[in-house]
């Protein structure tokens, strides 16, 4: 594997390069781990203004938090209870814009200011959640659901 990263100004340049990018650290023969500890560190790269993107997986009963970039975070999140939480009842994706602004978002780093959770679901079973946060209020568009559905589509491709 010898990927070269090229981060632009551009970011609909760079959501376009990380995903011709992100096939290639995707593998069903590696691990869980492997792959999803990747995945977050490719997505570090190319999303901009981020403080926190990574995996939470579903136990059978909560969330546990999996591969991640950015400060030590909580490490359980109950079905219904957080952002997190919320996606993973809901399967569907929540975009807040100002978390400052809901009663239900769990302060992992006291700088995230706005949130995009995707539901991972594979043959209508919940599999766990990819999170990301951002200390901007407003910081994840339509673009960024479309980008990070299309990732979680082909983490699912690879899933067991
Ligand atoms: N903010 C999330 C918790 C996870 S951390 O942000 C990494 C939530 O409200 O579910």
Same mark, same amino acid.
């Given at each position: 594997m010898h990927e070269t990263f090229h981060v632009t100004a551009d970011?609909?340049? =760079?959501?376009?390069?990380?995903?011709?990018?992100?096939?290639?650290?995707? =593998?069903?023969?590696?691990?869980i781990v492997t792959n999803l500890a990747n995945v977050s560190a490719l997505l =570090?790269?190319?999303?901009?203004d981020? =403080?926190?993107?990574?995996?939470?997986?579903?136990?059978?009963?909560?969330?546990?938090l999996g591969?991640?970039?950015?400060?030590?975070?909580?490490t359980e999140i109950a079905i219904g209870r957080g952002v997190c939480g919320l996606a993973?009842?809901?399967r569907a994706t929540q975009i807040v814009a100002d978390v400052t602004t809901i009663d239900n978002h769990i302060f992992c780093d006291p700088k995230?200011?706005?949130?995009?959770?995707?539901?991972?679901v594979k043959d209508g079973e919940l599999f766990g959640v990819l999170d990301v946060d951002s200390p901007?209020?407003?910081?994840?568009?339509?673009?960024d659901q479309a980008l990070l559905e299309d990732v979680v589509a082909l983490v699912v491709d690879i899933l067991p």
């Amino acid at each position: 594997m010898h990927e070269t990263f090229h981060v632009t100004a551009d970011r609909a340049v =760079n959501y376009k390069t990380l995903k011709e990018q992100l096939p290639h650290f995707l =593998n069903a023969d590696d691990t869980i781990v492997t792959n999803l500890a990747n995945v977050s560190a490719l997505l =570090n790269v190319y999303l901009d203004d981020i =403080n926190w993107v990574g995996f939470y997986l579903f136990s059978g009963e909560k969330l546990v938090l999996g591969p991640f970039q950015g400060l030590p975070a909580c490490t359980e999140i109950a079905i219904g209870r957080g952002v997190c939480g919320l996606a993973a009842k809901a399967r569907a994706t929540q975009i807040v814009a100002d978390v400052t602004t809901i009663d239900n978002h769990i302060f992992c780093d006291p700088k995230s200011r706005s949130e995009i959770v995707v539901p991972i679901v594979k043959d209508g079973e919940l599999f766990g959640v990819l999170d990301v946060d951002s200390p901007t209020v407003g910081r994840f568009t339509e673009a960024d659901q479309a980008l990070l559905e299309d990732v979680v589509a082909l983490v699912v491709d690879i899933l067991p």
